[in-house]
């Protein structure tokens, strides 16, 4: 990957980068006030069933083809995956997350780099002809860029990652030295998720979390929250 390249994945994969990953818990705020979860342990073992059983499978098999058809300028197909996606992610709140930083990334990414083919997207996801899941934004916004599949993959599992602890940090008592903890113990599977999304067929996606997407239908109605999902 030239240097250039490299860098605009990590800029987009921050922590830094205004997609508003801050805004969400993605479920784990729901655990956490039932008592579910309440120390590092709990979050590792939360995230490691999102990465292994939505993040992965799903989201982030859908972003790698993504690359590959912005790349080559494809914009049917393109809307096809982020209409399944829609169709696979029935939390209404999990739903609205990736939407709102699908749209935020590529308001963004059609600012800054200029694009036509991420300009076009990003009209067609503001006058709500497509979704605008973030995966999807986020591998489109790939393949303009230059980013390899496999380690594309691996960053947007990261990310994801440690969005979920940067929201545990502020839920339980955690500390940044255990926070980073956890981030280095899911290393290998993030990077054995990465390969497998980055080698699986378009077909071959699928998620099964029903306890993150009751937990997220539960979050929607309580009466006091940190997050927005």
Do not use: N
């Not at 006030?33 to 989201?59: H, K, T, W």
């Not at 981030?183 to 993150?212: N, Y």
Request: with cysteine; aromatic share 8%; charged share 20%.
């Amino acid at each position: 990957m030239p240097p250039h390249s490299f860098l605009t994945l990590l800029q987009f994969a921050d922590g830094l980068f205004p997609a508003g990953a801050y805004a969400h818990s993605f479920g784990l705020e729901c655990y956490v006030q039932q008592g579910m979860i309440r120390d590092a342990g709990g979050v590792r073992e939360f995230l490691e069933s999102y990465l292994e059983s939505s993040a992965g499978p799903e989201d982030a098999v859908a972003m790698a083809h993504c690359i590959d058809l912005a790349r080559d300028g494809h914009v049917g197909e393109v809307l096809d995956i982020d209409q399944a996606l829609e169709a696979m992610k029935p939390a209404a709140e999990l739903r609205q997350a990736s939407r709102q930083m699908g749209r935020q990334s590529l308001r963004v990414a059609a600012s800054l780099t200029d694009d036509r083919y991420l300009m076009d997207l990003f009209r067609r996801v503001e006058s709500r002809e497509t979704p605008g899941h973030y995966a999807m934004a986020f591998g489109a916004i790939g393949g303009r860029l230059g980013w390899p599949r496999k380690e594309a993959a691996c960053a947007f599992l990261y990310s994801a990652a440690a969005a979920v602890v940067g929201s545990g940090l502020r839920l339980i008592p955690l500390g940044q030295l255990q926070g980073q903890g956890i981030l280095w113990s899911l290393a290998p599977l993030i990077a054995r998720l990465g390969e497998e999304a980055a080698a699986a067929r378009s077909d071959e996606m699928w998620s099964f979390a029903p306890g993150l997407e009751i937990a997220s239908a539960l979050h929607a109605s309580s009466p006091a929250r940190l997050f927005r999902s």
